[in-house]
């Protein structure tokens, strides 16, 4: 797989609705016209107004009709517990093989082209203390704890299953109710700039969505309106588009901006198609069982 540049697409949640029909057949044609336009992955955004179709049930919905592209839900930590973050973006990850992605968005997504649009909180750290959560919550039960012993009747080394015991603007003991997912830990995208009150949260990025900036581990891709006809960006590793108009528009109008000399072929996760290194490791090794043998 060769890439000159990433290229994302990003759907407001009017647009992720009008994926969806009663008797569901645009779906398979979207999800194939997904994988078939060659971008690196898709951002679906909630919709403020009619909470129609929730981004991670649609990514979930997705991830059964497409192969290849990546499935990244935004998804606000100051709405939905770190818990319930880590399982349900967890889970889409497992059954997508490893392409899901989380776009921590800071405030309601209310503005006209589908970007946050910053609102103060009480807390400005929980933003920056959800990401290490999920992040330390997703490492809380090894892969190779699942023993899938069925002659003697175990299905998992529980004993290998790990608390995490976070405190900080939320506290957790944990674990995770779901295996690490195949990505072990999925990319974390963000938009840029941070404002201040969030500040904490630059420099956990694995992606950067807009101005260079922001303290990122990876890539930063600029936004681009799905109706510009310049040339794109050149101080940026890609490119995501959004804008007016329909889902197919939408994607055809990133397909556009990609230069891939070979498609990702089948199995490959969105860690890989962004470039980013292999995580390392939050939890302590010494971090104690949530289940001690006796």
Do not use: C
């Not at 600029?222 to 510009?228: E, F, N």
């Not at 969105?270 to 995580?279: D, E, G, S, T, V």
């Amino acid at each position: 797989m060769t890439h000159h540049h990433i290229v994302g697409a990003a759907l407001d949640g009017a647009q992720v609705a009008a994926i969806f029909d009663r008797q569901g057949t645009g779906i398979a044609k979207f999800g194939a016209l997904l994988d078939g336009s060659g971008i690196d992955f898709v951002v679906l955004r909630p919709d403020s107004a009619t909470v129609r179709f929730a981004p991670s049930v649609a990514a979930a919905v997705l991830a059964r009709h497409t192969r290849s592209v990546g499935l990244v839900v935004g998804a606000a930590p100051l709405r939905d517990h770190p818990y319930n973050l880590a399982r349900r973006l967890g889970s889409i990850d497992h059954a997508s093989g490893g392409r899901v992605g989380w776009l921590v968005l800071l405030g309601e997504p209310a503005a006209a082209d589908g970007r946050s649009v910053w609102t103060s909180a009480p807390r400005g750290d929980v933003p920056a203390d959800a990401v290490r959560a999920v992040r330390e919550l997703w490492e809380s039960w090894p892969p190779d704890a699942v023993v899938d012993d069925r002659e003697h009747g175990v299905f998992a080394d529980s004993a290998r299953i790990r608390y995490v015991d976070h405190t900080g603007a939320h506290s957790i003991t944990g674990p995770l109710n779901i295996p690490e997912p195949p990505q072990i830990k999925p990319p974390i995208f963000a938009e840029s700039p941070v404002p201040a009150e969030y500040r904490d949260l630059a420099g956990l990025a694995d992606v950067v969505l807009g101005l260079p900036g922001t303290p990122v581990r990876g890539p930063v891709l600029r936004w681009v309106d799905a109706g510009s006809s310049g040339p794109a960006p050149t101080d940026a590793a890609g490119v995501v588009i959004a804008g007016e108009g329909s889902p197919a528009a939408i994607v055809a109008a990133a397909a556009r901006h990609v230069t891939a000399t070979a498609a990702a072929p089948p199995g490959t996760t969105l860690r890989a198609r962004l470039r980013l290194p292999a995580p390392e490791p939050v939890l302590p090794r010494d971090a104690r069982s949530a289940f001690p043998a006796a």
